[in-house]
């Protein structure tokens, strides 16, 4: 009788379906985690996630704010930022690895407050995706430059 009883309220509850474990869906979970850095998770942040997902991946609006929910929900199943850059990397050239770390940037950028959580975990997801120090820092100041010119 409990088990009936207890079966309804797994019913009750709707199951989400986690997205795969890919390196797209990955790079957008690093860059939810990016800007939830500093715990505040600003509309800014949201649609420059959106907007590099839809320029990154040929996503329509809809569709790339439907890809980075479901980035949002890989980003918490995911705990370790080392275990997202792992599938980033496995899957990737550098040179895509590099334009992963400008979009971070992009992200950190966006909201016009630079906190330390975030240049930290940049600086974290660029060194687990083999971008070396110096290089995620001239990526770092060529997207200062550019987003201080565009914005």
């Not at 590099?52 to 980035?71: E, I, S, T």
């Not at 705990?79 to 850059?85: C, E, K, M, S, V």
Request: net charge negative; aromatic share 6%; with cysteine.
């Amino acid at each position: 009788m409990f088990d009936r009883i207890l079966a309804l309220f797994d019913r009750a509850v709707p199951q989400t379906e986690l997205p795969p474990a890919d390196a797209q869906f990955a790079f957008g979970a690093l860059m939810v985690r990016t800007a939830l850095a500093d715990n505040t998770y600003l509309f800014k942040e949201v649609r420059e996630i959106d907007r590099v997902l839809a320029k990154m991946y040929d996503l329509g609006p809809l569709d790339a704010a439907k890809m980075r929910a479901q980035c949002e929900k890989l980003e918490q199943e995911l705990p370790r930022t080392a275990d997202l850059a792992a599938i980033l990397k496995d899957a990737t050239t550098q040179r895509d690895r590099e334009q992963a770390v400008a979009a971070m940037w992009d992200v950190v950028y966006v909201d016009g407050n630079r906190h330390v959580s975030e240049l930290s975990i940049v600086s974290e997801i660029a060194e687990r995706l083999g971008v070396s120090e110096e290089r995620c820092e001239a990526i770092r100041q060529h997207e200062l430059a550019n987003w201080d010119k565009t914005h």
